[in-house]
């Protein structure tokens, strides 16, 4: 083994004290997640404690909280690792799946499902109109950021056309919940408000397949995420299609968002502050970061449903409100004290 090869060993990450470290990072991690799910297993609106089992009522409750920490894995874990990708690929840790518009987009598709309640929007299932209409959604904004840049949009341009077209959704959203019935217009309200509320048996299996599907998709494309976080022109030079990896990360990460949102709702901060606080933990390679940051981002959501329906019981709290109280200060803390640094290309 030659010198250059001996010092590539010392530095790498994975081999001596630092791959030790790591790993005691990781079991460390998986020992908190196992604790927070129990924890959040055992709150209820009466304090904490596990339900009678004996009783119908009893395990009617335990198979809801159950039911729910399902609902919040898949949610939290779906926006999470679509963060972690819009992240890499706009190499922006302010990226979350909102900022293109995906969010907005397949919560208007999720809005039209949900206010016909019947026909062809619940014949395709709630998934996949919502995947549909945020594809479409990011096609918009991937054309209104080409124009006039070759086909080649910046990453200025593809937040700025997202932020445009996101704001147009939400019109269009308030547009139909003003003019919904009343039993419509409550039923998106609190959709939107965020939910982890469980939905049919059948929705849940479609929505878990699209996820499960999605995240060892982008999986397996994390070793070109990691070498297209060098630059455009370095991934080029490594023989890496840096467009089609940018357009199948996209489309990857807007399958997860949309299945996410058809799922829960709008729930924002878990795509945007998970894969931050991630990446400062484990680091930036998104071999270890996508299901490092999938794990924590549904167990961050499953404890935030717990504090939903206990903090002012018998009142429950929409979830997505407690996401934001929660994520919001904390964001802005990390926001300040990274003001002077800079990771925009």
Not at 92 to 116: C, D, F, K, R
């Amino acid at each position: 083994m030659g010198k250059k090869d001996a010092e590539f060993c010392a530095d790498n990450s994975f081999t001596g004290n630092r791959g030790i470290k790591s790993g005691l990072k990781v079991l460390i991690f998986f020992g908190a997640t196992i604790l927070l799910l129990a924890l959040s297993m055992l709150l209820g609106p009466s304090g904490i404690g596990i339900p009678d089992m004996q009783s119908s009522s009893g395990s009617a409750i335990f198979s809801l909280r159950f039911s729910r920490l399902l609902m919040g894995m898949m949610t939290g874990a779906a926006l999470s690792a679509s963060g972690v990708v819009f992240q890499a690929l706009l190499r922006n840790p302010l990226a979350e799946p909102y900022v293109l518009g995906v969010s907005g987009g397949a919560g208007l598709g999720a809005t039209l499902s949900i206010l016909a309640g019947s026909g062809l929007f619940v014949s395709l299932g709630l998934p996949v109109v919502a995947f549909l209409s945020a594809v479409l959604t990011l096609m918009v904004v991937y054309g209104i950021a080409s124009q006039g840049s070759s086909g080649h949009p910046s990453v200025y341009s593809l937040i700025l056309s997202g932020v445009i077209v996101s704001s147009i959704c939400s019109s269009v959203i308030m547009f139909l919940v003003s003019t919904a019935s009343v039993e419509g217009m409550h039923n998106v309200i609190w959709w939107m408000l965020g939910s982890l509320q469980p939905v049919s048996s059948a929705q849940q299996v479609l929505s878990a397949a699209l996820i499960l599907g999605g995240l060892g998709s982008i999986w397996l494309l994390s070793p070109r995420l990691n070498a297209l976080a060098l630059g455009r022109e370095m991934a080029h030079y490594q023989g890496l299609h840096a467009d089609l990896v940018l357009v199948a990360g996209l489309l990857f990460a807007t399958l997860l968002a949309a299945t996410a949102v058809s799922l829960s709702g709008m729930i924002g901060f878990v795509g945007l502050i998970v894969p931050h606080v991630m990446r400062a933990v484990f680091g930036p390679d998104n071999r270890k970061l996508v299901p490092l940051a999938a794990l924590g981002g549904g167990t961050f959501l499953v404890v935030c449903d717990a504090l939903a329906r206990t903090l002012l019981a018998p009142i429950e709290i929409p979830v997505g409100v407690v996401t934001a109280l929660a994520g919001g200060p904390f964001f802005l803390i990390i926001l300040q004290r990274r003001m002077k640094q800079a990771w925009i290309a």
